[in-house]
Nanobody
Framework: QVQLVESGGGLVQPGGSLRLSCAASGSIFSINGMGWYRQAPGKERELVAAVTRGGRTTYTGSVKGRFTISGDNAKNTVYLQMNSLKPDDTAAYYC??????????WGQGTQVTVSS
């Protein structure tokens, strides 16, 4: 069983920045790739960014150049640095394996709201 706890969300103005953290515990030896997902009300969940233990990263086109995902293996933590935030970035953000596994439950997520 893997437990995931997201933190760092909040209210920010357009153009601002936030840094999200995801702490993993439990059977983390089975995790090779982690990602940040987001879901807005009435919208589909989408994968925003992903990183492997080796440090390889991928991004969805809408955030490329603005967001940076990174992992700290020693701390069992994944981060998402978000810059130049836009109102369309408003969503609940979740971390999970990539792809998500049936045996890994979703956490509570952390809310990001971008508004003036």
């Amino acid at each position: 069983q893997v437990q995931l706890v997201e933190s760092g969300g909040g209210l920010v103005q357009p153009g601002g920045s936030l840094r999200l953290s995801c702490a993993a515990s439990g059977s983390i030896f089975s995790i090779n790739g982690m990602g940040w997902y987001r879901q807005a009300p009435g919208k589909e969940r989408e994968l925003v960014a992903a990183v492997t233990r080796g440090g390889r990263t991928t991004y969805t086109g809408s955030v490329k150049g603005r967001f940076t995902i990174s992992g700290d293996n020693a701390k069992n933590t994944v981060y998402l640095q978000m810059n130049s935030l836009k109102p369309d970035d408003t969503a609940a953000y979740y971390c999970n394996t990539v792809p998500p596994r049936v045996g890994t439950p979703w956490g509570q997520g952390t809310q990001v709201t971008v508004s003036s």
